[in-house]
């Protein structure tokens, strides 16, 4: 990964196909990696709260070769600006979207119909996303072999339902596989952090979690015992 500095710099010097700069990109940075990095396929901006879908159709407009883009709590973007992603970069195959929490049931039929690569998805703590977008995976997400959709607002029976359904298709990873949470770690989630740094940031949240809650345990099981 290359953690540029100064986009038109870098540009220069060498063409850039990876870029990451978690929570420091803004509508101009994006707009300046369209104009000078064609070449893109890789790109995390993810905890960039100030991007836009302004910024984000201008970075697919000239940066139409991305296969992987984490867009992972940049809150400000929309259903438009997934929907410009998903009509511009087909050739997507992994997409984060944890934490976008307006997008809607439209942006991800849009997805899974333009991005025929797509084989790993993030929709979790996607609060507006209803039922119907669990219709729409299982109509469209064939390519699917990893979804993660934890924190999302979906009744536990509806999740069970998809799973049974989607079962030998797409591992579909949420917190109702382990009553403690821990199996989070066990999943494509934490080898994902421990094999792949572009996704460290959006996931270490997960880490805390199961720290405290190892903490609780051992605290309460040592008060037992004194």
């Given amino acids: 990964i290359i953690l540029t500095s100064e986009l038109p710099v870098a540009a220069r010097t060498a063409p850039l196909t990876r870029a990451a700069r978690a929570g420091q990109y803004r509508d101009l940075q994006l707009l300046q990696l369209a104009k000078n990095c064609p070449q893109l396929t890789s790109l995390d901006i993810g905890w960039c709260e100030r991007v836009s879908d ?3 159709a201008g970075l697919v407009e000239g940066c139409t070769k991305l296969t992987e883009l984490n867009l992972s709590y940049c809150e400000a973007v929309t259903s438009k600006g997934v929907v410009e992603i998903a009509r511009r970069c087909p050739a997507i195959h992994s997409l984060d979207l944890t934490g976008l929490a307006r997008i809607e049931d439209d942006s ?25 977008t669990l ?48 199996v989070w770690l066990d999943s494509g989630v934490g080898a994902r952090l421990k094999n792949d740094t572009q996704h460290a940031n959006v996931y270490i949240y997960i880490y805390a979690y199961t720290y405290i809650y190892v903490c609780m345990h051992v605290h309460m099981h040592t008060h037992t015992h004194t």
């Avoid at 849009?110 to 507006?128: A, G």
């Avoid at 069970?160 to 949470?181: M, P, Y």
Wanted: net charge negative; glycine share 8%; with cysteine.
């Fill in 54 to 56: 302004q910024g984000i």
């Fill in 108 to 132: 991800v039929e849009e997805v899974l119909k333009s991005m025929l690569n797509l084989s790993w998805l993030s929709l979790s703590l996607c609060e507006l996303l209803s039922k119907q």
């Fill in 135 to 182: 219709h729409i995976i299982m109509d469209w997400g064939e390519g699917l072999t990893t979804l993660e959709i934890l924190g999302c607002s979906f009744a536990k029976k509806d999740v069970s339902r998809f799973k049974q359904r989607l079962l030998g298709r797409t591992d579909v990873v949420d917190e109702s596989d382990d009553a403690d949470g821990l």
